[in-house]
């Protein structure tokens, strides 16, 4: 905790003026790209042993290897909503003064989302994300629809897209299934457990947890359901540059594509025990 | 040399202040040895609405009236009231300050914006010292960087930090004696209301409003900083006292379902008041979350509420629930101020709250019982009314949809039209009461807003179940209304109309005036009586604070921090035409009535 904040301060004391986020030829100059990843949110991005560790770690520092750069990365909480973490991030910066960021990795690649935030421009997808349930096979007979899971108990990071999916799946019928946690790491602890027999998550989530524990995959199994309800079971992520800065998007897109192509991307998520699934049309 | 003359002011005042405390009422108990030694005592806090030379305390008194004696400025006097001068809180952080400022032994303390404190030469404006928290990067407050002030108890001046730290300094030196974390900021909470001092121990809630953060009050030894007991405000929650479990908050799943009062919100972020005569300490306690009531039926005890507690362990001894089952993030932590209510002949221990969601209730402050509650915005919508339990009476088809049954391509759910908005009839502004008007004034906001699930919404990268809103002003002139209320009717007497959101405190005085900011700018007075505006000044920036007023010298004294901020500006829409354009700034200010000018 305390060592964090000193890092906060060092990161602010070398920023002497409020840092812009920059386009490309600023970048190269710089010979730095800036990142932001989420804390807390392995296997893409996490704090371990006091530097930052994940499958977004690597990719930020790919990405900046391919640019000819250094990565800077720093870990921000999430804050209420993904369009507040652009505006904090990227585009205005938060009420303590921390320095803007060139790249911010993990963005849901939504139409609409994008639509709304005129002061980011997207990068390509990297990932195909969707939402998906870990069963415990002794302990579920069937679980091949929503209909299987009856009373089962089901425990979940609370506030995740998991919760809300579950809360307003079914028109709300798997209310009291849940058994919720503070973040994911401790839902999947207790399941591993043997708390809930159901373990809900993202595929991402689930496979790093379940390949972190060695887990058998002749006892835990994973399965996405089609459930009815507002909430979207799947979405596609990439990166986030501010709008004046799209050719720095445009090469962060191409590096992306290369790592796509020669297989670099997919060996990044192995490392994790993530199965690579690539976006949609890529 | 300078210590001393200090101790020997405050011993003269005391002298004085036990004299008037002595004939008035003659249960006053002899001071504590504490106040010998010229800092402030239990005593001079408890007596500190009678004590004019001085604010010990948030809210002129622990009841938090807002209300002083001081009759020297009045309507025919103000004409000659002066700035004497201001304080820049200086720096490049300005942003809102929405601090009371407190003034004991010729020194002002006062908090400003980012978790800093001032001690300033009350005469002069000169600064004795200043502290100014480190605070870590990464403090993500939900509603601007704002601290509504400070405590002082003994030779400390206590206040609470961004970064949910609680911090005492000595009086004369500004240096840090003891410094405790209230919680951890990484996990969503922070502090920015005034701690409340109770018998030596200083009251606090938290501010958070994210996942995990449940309300809690708290009570620790003002002396040293140590936890002395702690009370969940959700039910099923456990309480500690002495570093020991005590009891349970209500019962396990009596309002609501599964497990979600685990994480069931009810932020305590706006402090409390503290009644001595029935001995109680009153929070109001956050919405419940999430924020869609769908997702958790039931009445989500204590959401939403007053809860009167027992300053010594803590326990509850009533709850009375403004909103239950809340689905408008109506966030009712409005302060509860005791007064006594003349009906019928008889006078009730009352006391009054208004709340967010637009009503004006009057409660027995002995055990909570509704007395009675009446609209204090126009075209409230929610509710038709309150009945004669205390409970609204719900408009269905005003409450936001059922995400579960929303429809179409974007899965919106339905779009209602809600009165008030979320910032609520009142928010976090304080409301004065005047005993000799008999009137409460209270500064509110008419607006409404559309709120609607919002399906295409994203948290920390992954799909989430979002509320889209927008806030919209009910009437085109006015978005502010500074009302006078009549606790034994429910009637507004008179009604001052702003342009902008009113967002600062009010101050009533024996001089029959009421004080308060405008976000234009403006410090203004009003007749107690008619409403009629008696005086303006322009402060530069807008003020959204609490005035204060002492006696010094034989004068009398007006204070307010300004610097335009807060909630308010974060929001856009047509709210923030009403305050396009206003600058930020960070200043105290001080205006006197010259002795010459006041005698009539």
Known sequence: ?282 | MRLRDQFLTAAGALALLVGAAAMSAPQAKEPEKAAASGGVSDQDILNDAKTPEDVVSYGLGPQAQRYSPLKAINKETIKGLVPAYSFSFGGEKQRGQESQALVKDGVIYVTGSYSRMYAIDSRTGEKLWQYEARLPEGILPCCDVVNRGAALYKNLVIFGTLDAKLVALDQKTGKVVWKKDIDDFKSGYSYTAAPLIVKGKVITGVSGGEFGVVGRVEARDAETGELIWQRPVIEGHMGTLNGKESTMTGKVNETWPGDMWKYGGGATWLGGTYDPETNLIYMGTGNPGPWNSWLRPGDNKWTASRIALNPENGEIVWGFQTTPHDGWDFDGVNEFVPFDLNKGGKTIKAGATADRNGFFYVLDRTNGKFISASPFVEKINWASGIDENGRPKYIAENRPGDPSKATGDEKKGKSVFAVPSFLGGKNWMPIGYSPDTKLFYVPSNEWGMDIWNEAVSYKKGAAYLGAGFTIKPVFEDHIGSLKAIDPATGKVVWNYKNKAPLWGGVLTTGGGLVFTGTPEGFLKAFDAKTGEEVWKFNTGTGVVSSPITWEQDGEQWIGVAAGWGGAVPLWGGEVAKSTAGINQGGSFWAFKLPKKLATR
Request: charged share 25%; glycine share 8%.
């Open chain 1, 1 to 282: 905790m305390r060592s964090k904040i000193l890092l906060g301060f060092t990161a602010l004391a070398l920023a002497a003026a409020p840092a812009m986020a920059r386009p490309f030829d600023e970048v190269v100059k710089d010979g730095t790209l800036r990142v932001v990843l989420y804390e807390q949110n392995a296997p893409f991005s996490d704090m371990k042993d006091g530097k930052p560790y994940g499958i977004e770690v690597d990719l930020a520092e790919a990405i900046a290897k391919a640019l000819k750069v250094k990565a800077e990365i720093r870990l921000v909480d999430a804050g209420e909503n993904v369009d507040g973490d652009f505006r904090l991030n990227l585009w205005k910066g938060d009420l303590a003064g921390s320095p803007l960021a060139d790249l911010m990795l993990h963005v849901p690649i939504d139409k609409l989302l994008a639509i709304r935030n005129e002061q980011i421009f997207m990068t390509r997808p990297y990932y195909d994300e969707r939402l998906a349930f870990a069963w415990r096979k002794n302990a579920v007979e069937n679980f091949e629809t929503v209909g299987d899971i009856g009373k089962t108990p089901i425990d979940v990071e609370g506030n995740s897209a998991s919760d809300a999916m579950l809360l307003t799946a079914q028109g709300g019928q798997l209310r009291e299934n849940l058994k919720h946690f503070k973040s994911f790491e401790e839902a999947a602890k207790a399941f591993l457990a043997g708390d809930a027999p159901i373990l809900a998550g993202t595929r991402a989530n689930l496979e790093a947890a379940l390949f972190a524990a060695k887990a058998s995959k002749d006892e835990i199994g994973i399965k996405e359901l089609r459930l009815g309800g507002p909430v979207k079971l799947s979405w596609e992520i990439g990166g986030a540059v501010k709008s004046d800065s799209r050719d720095l998007g445009y090469a962060i897109g191409d590096a992306m594509t290369a790592m796509a192509e020669n297989g670099s991307l997919k060996s990044i998520f192995e490392k994790y025990g993530v199965e690579y699934a690539a976006p949609k049309g890529y």
